[in-house]
């Protein structure tokens, strides 16, 4: 079975002060992931360590960072690396989230060496990948995601394709209050599914977990989630709310 996954996206927000407050509220409540569930928490830089102290004897627990540079090393002030994130035992990391392709460039051709090294230094990719509305309303995002898909990740081997998550988020349902209908993502997920099918085989297609990521919160979840090709969430605001945030780890199949 496939990994059910609740990813909390922090983006820009808390400081060190409220970001252990809310680990703090989010822990103590027992929280008993079932088999195959996760919950991954990306939070800021300045962060990391001390949310892997939070979650490191918790079972299903990661830490994730919500970027990294293209490069291995180099003159590249003010940007970290896979390297980085492992050599302090982050094993995940966002690639290519809508954020970062719109305000800081990030091409499909860029986002494909991403990926390419955090799976050289063991860091799990987050692929997110998913349409704008003016792509939605043309009626071309099938067309668009594939292309995103083709781009960045069909350049993998069989088993590199197997370590990534990817993530889809509809642009135009990220903190806007809109959310895709739960057909809707079911949708767009079973076709990034026949897409990774067409090029990998049903199998391994199976095995690859498609997270939904635009405005998941706790009164929704339960929906999403019960979709059969939806496999959590990545989850922005809500995520900085402890109840809403707990609520979504238990809507998990």
Known sequence: MRKQIAAANWKM????????????ELLEEPISLKEGQEAIFA?????????????DEMHGFHIAAQNCNNKKSGAFTGE????MLQSIGINYCIIGHSERREYFGDT???IAEKVNICLQHKVTPIFCCGEVLAIREEGTQNAFVQQQLEESLFHLSESDITKIIIAYEPVWAIGTGKTATTAQAQEMHHYIRSVLASKYGDNIADEISILYGGSVKAANANELFAAPD?????VGGASLVATEFLSIIKALK
Do not use: H, R
């Open 13 to 24: 927000n808390l400081t060190y002060q409220q970001a252990e407050k809310l680990f703090d």
């Open 230 to 234: 939806v496999d959590g969430g990545l």
């Open 80 to 83: 970290v690396s896979a390297e």
């Open 108 to 110: 499909n051709a860029i």
């Open 43 to 55: 939070v800021p830089f300045p962060y990391l360590i001390m949310a892997k102290s939070e979650v």
